[in-house]
């Protein structure tokens, strides 16, 4: 920790003001002696956080920086554009949208888009619930392939509600509906009384896949209500889609075995 700590002392050195820095530069804002500065700027070369110019001997941000800033933009693209056409869905429904995320077997929700109906069904940013147990967290997890399901999937399988896929077996059978259909439904599962149906959306750039879903009170909708939210979030689906270059919904690979897929 304290090499790292070192290393990213010397980053934070770098801004728009000061693009690139001599080794004497670096010494002074950090006031490290020489030969510490020496091994980590050697370090961070190596490892392609900085780069040095042959000819100046100055440094300057490495490709490794710029490919992980290009990600962190486009992770805030794909929520952005998601979140604002979700914000029009929620307006004609009326209902609660939702942004999420897979971590290994949990779903984490990141954004909230509040319905108008005074019947509101709100998880709050943060909040953590099995993936096997929703629509959004199932729409994601369709979208993996079955051996990356398989891994995030907890041995032995976790007791969930009546409603919900009981055993790995009823799991991917669930999986593939959703593959099959596009949108995945869930109702009296992770709240008893709230439905809800959702979809995933990888981007086409980053393959970073999120989970959009609306919902909604069980006996509050009606089934022509419902049948309206699908038709709104197939429409979504495919809008998203073009606008982010995802793979017409098909199972992308994971990033990691067993990791967060954010």
């Known amino acids: 920790m304290s090499a790292l700590t070192n290393a990213i002392e010397i980053l934070r050195c770098f801004s728009t003001a000061r693009p690139n820095l001599s080794f004497a530069d670096v010494m002074a804002l950090t006031g490290k002696p020489k030969s510490s500065t020496s091994r980590l ?11 040095q110019d042959t000819h100046t001997r100055r440094y300057r941000p490495g490709l490794l920086t ?40 949990e779903q984490v929700v990141l954004r909230i888009v509040p319905g108008s109906n005074p019947l509101r069904v709100v998880s709050p940013p943060g909040q953590r619930t099995p993936a096997l147990i929703t629509s959004n967290g199932r729409a994601m997890l369709a979208r993996l392939t079955d051996e990356d399901v398989r891994a995030r999937v907890p041995t032995p399988y976790p007791k969930v509600p009546r ?14 509906e959703i593959r099959r259909t596009g949108i995945s439904e869930a109702a009296d599962e992770a709240i008893e009384g709230v439905g809800s149906q959702g979809f995933a959306l990888a981007s086409g750039e980053t393959g970073e896949l999120i ?52």
């Not at 604002?84 to 004609?92: N, Q, S």
């Not at 009606?222 to 270059?245: F, I, P, W």
């Open 66 to 105: 710029f490919e992980l800033g290009r990600l962190h933009r486009a992770h805030d693209d794909l929520i952005d554009t998601a979140e604002r056409e979700l914000r029009d869905v929620c307006t004609r429904t009326g209902h609660t949208g939702y942004i999420a995320v897979l971590d290994v077997h």
């Open 211 to 262: 989970g959009i879903a609306v919902s909604y009170s069980v006996q509050a909708t009606t089934t022509a209500e419902r049948a309206n939210v699908r038709r709104e979030l197939g429409a979504l689906a495919d809008g998203l889609r073009r606008l982010t270059g995802d793979l017409s919904g098909q199972v992308v690979p994971p990033l990691r075995a067993g990791t967060t897929s954010r």
């Open 163 to 176: 409603n919900s896929p009981q055993n790995f077996t009823q799991l991917m059978a669930r999986l593939e």
């Open 41 to 51: 700027l050697r370090s961070l070369r190596e490892c392609g956080l900085l780069e």
